[in-house]
């Protein structure tokens, strides 16, 4: 492009708030300060309140399920599984706000392991309810919580693989730039996979187990599922997603 003058006119630098700027609020609003602490990431601008939404998930149902006694195998599906969740918040909070290398490679790994963790708790719930259903005789995939949990899960394990290889064996994909020029996917599929748990949970409410025992309400739920989602998806970069 050519200005009047004849004189080549370049293309506007890229502004150093560029990267810092997130889908809603001003630029830096989401961003990890230099010398701040990485744990200050879970609650930092909209943080704290998906940090809310997820601690009143876990308190909501680890509640219903330890005050309706007796405590069976089945109960250890839903404790498992809003631990599970309630660690993969952390992980996607706990990393959203890095900016600098060092950041990154430090919330990188804490990421990796507090996914790992999530990704246990949910393998331990998944395996209980398929335990206790076929110990008794249950019918499997009879509502439609059952069909998005077994999507999730597969999902998650996929997810997984592919964040672990991209950072630890960036060779499997043609070396480290390549693994890095992907990464934008990545995150993209991780948030994707969140609002899959968040119908998840919705949909629990919807199940035998919990209308004729623990007895979570729709509406209280759609509000944590709000708080979650309210909380995490304004921190999330443009920059960092290739927008």
Same mark, same amino acid.
């Given at each position: 492009m050519s200005s009047a003058t004849g004189v080549p006119q370049q293309p506007p630098p890229e502004r150093a708030d560029d990267e810092? /700027?997130?889908l809603l609020g001003r630029p830096g609003d989401a961003s990890q300060k230099p010398a701040a602490s990485?744990?200050?990431?879970?609650?930092?601008?909209?943080?704290?309140? %998906? /940090?809310?939404?997820?601690?009143?998930?876990?308190?909501?149902?680890?509640?219903?399920?330890?005050?309706?006694? @007796?405590?069976? &195998?089945?109960?250890?599906? @839903?404790?498992?599984?809003?631990? +599970?969740?309630?660690?993969?918040?952390?992980s996607i909070l706990i990393v959203q706000p890095t900016v600098t290398a060092e950041q990154k490679k430090v919330g990188q790994k804490l990421h990796a392991g507090l996914n790992l963790v999530a990704l246990a708790s949910f393998i331990v719930g998944v395996v209980s309810i398929e335990y206790n259903k076929i110990s008794s005789?249950?019918?499997?995939?009879?509502?439609?919580? %059952?069909?998005?949990?077994?999507?999730?899960?597969?999902?998650?394990?996929?997810? =997984?693989?592919?964040?672990?290889?991209? =950072?630890?064996?960036?060779?499997? =994909?043609?070396? /480290?730039?390549?693994?890095?020029?992907?990464?934008?996917?990545?995150?993209?599929? +991780?948030?994707?996979? &969140?609002?899959?748990?968040?119908?998840?949970?919705?949909?629990?409410?919807?199940?035998d187990y919990n209308n004729n025992v623990l007895g979570l309400k729709l509406w209280a739920m759609i509000v944590i599922v709000l708080l979650i989602v309210v909380g995490i998806f304004p921190r999330i970069k443009k920059q960092k997603l290739g927008l």
């Open positions: 810092t /700027e997130p990485v744990a200050q990431n879970l609650i930092l601008g909209t943080g704290v309140i %998906a /940090e809310a939404g997820a601690i009143l998930l876990v308190a909501s149902v680890w509640a219903a399920v330890f005050l309706h006694q @007796p405590l069976i &195998l089945f109960s250890v599906h @839903p404790l498992a599984q809003s631990f +599970g969740l309630l660690a993969l918040v952390q005789g249950g019918a499997h995939f009879k509502s439609t919580h %059952a069909y998005i949990g077994i999507v999730a899960s597969v999902w998650q394990i996929l997810q =997984y693989v592919v964040g672990f290889t991209m =950072y630890g064996v960036p060779q499997l =994909y043609g070396g /480290e730039a390549k693994a890095k020029a992907i990464w934008k996917y990545h995150r993209m599929s +991780g948030y994707g996979l &969140l609002l899959l748990y968040m119908a998840a949970v919705a949909s629990a409410t919807q199940t």
